[in-house]
Each structure stands twice: as C-alpha cells, then as structure tokens.
Nanobody, 126 residues
Framework: QVHLVESGGGLVQAGGSLRLSCAAS????????MGWFRQAPEKEREFVAA???????NYADSVKGRFTISRDNAKNTVYLQMNSLKPEDTAVYYC????????????????????WGQGTQVTVSS
C-alpha cells in the first residue's frame, strides 16, 4: 500500500504562487512515478503534471511555463510549484502514484495510477 497526503493549498490572488506538497509512505519513494491532477466543480478530473521515476517531467499545455513538478526522494515528497496562478486554476488538486510504470514514463491518464491522496483545495481569486 502507498499512502499519500497533500498539503499547501489555499486562497491566493491571481498572479500569485503556491507550492503543493505530497508526502508518500508505504514503499521506497524512488520506485514511484508521481502525478498531479485537479478537478474543478462540475468538471472532470484533468492531468496537470507528472514526474517519472527517472526524473523526466510532463505537463498539461494549460500549465506549461507556470507550474513545475519536482521530487525529493530523500524526503519522500513530490512538489508542485504553481506560479502566475489564474482563476481557472481553481480546483481540488490530487497527487497520485504508481509503482508499475517504466522508469521514464509520465502517464497523463489518471486511470493508470493506483494510489491517490485526499486532495487539497486551491482557490485563485480574480
């Protein structure tokens, strides 16, 4: 089993920044590929970013150049640095993990991830 706990959400004005964290436990963190997803009210969950076990990254077009995903294997934590936030970034943000992916894989499909956190709310005011 893998247990994920997100933190760092909150209320921020448009143009501001937040850093989300996701702490993982249960297995060797370096064996996980990690992803961030979000779900806004009345919308489907969507991919935000992913980082492979090997460290390469993948981003949704809507966040490229504004968000950065990173991982600290020593702290068993993945981060999502969010800059230049927009009201349309408002959503519940979830981290996800899987241990079965290829070392360089960064899947954007949520259905491929086996483990999920409880989510953290991000609200961007205009």
């Amino acid at each position: 089993q893998v247990h994920l706990v997100e933190s760092g959400g909150g209320l921020v004005q448009a143009g501001g920044s937040l850093r989300l964290s996701c702490a993982a436990s249960g297995r060797t963190f370096s064996s996980y590929a990690m992803g961030w997803f979000r779900q806004a009210p009345e919308k489907e969950r969507e991919f935000v970013a992913a980082i492979a076990r090997g460290g390469i990254t993948n981003y949704a077009d809507s966040v490229k150049g504004r968000f950065t995903i990173s991982r600290d294997n020593a702290k068993n934590t993945v981060y999502l640095q969010m800059n230049s936030l927009k009201p349309e970034d408002t959503a519940v943000y979830y981290c996800a993990a899987d241990v079965t992916f290829d070392i360089w894989a960064t899947p954007a499909a949520g259905s491929l991830y086996a483990y999920w956190g409880q989510g953290t709310q991000v609200t961007v005011s205009s």
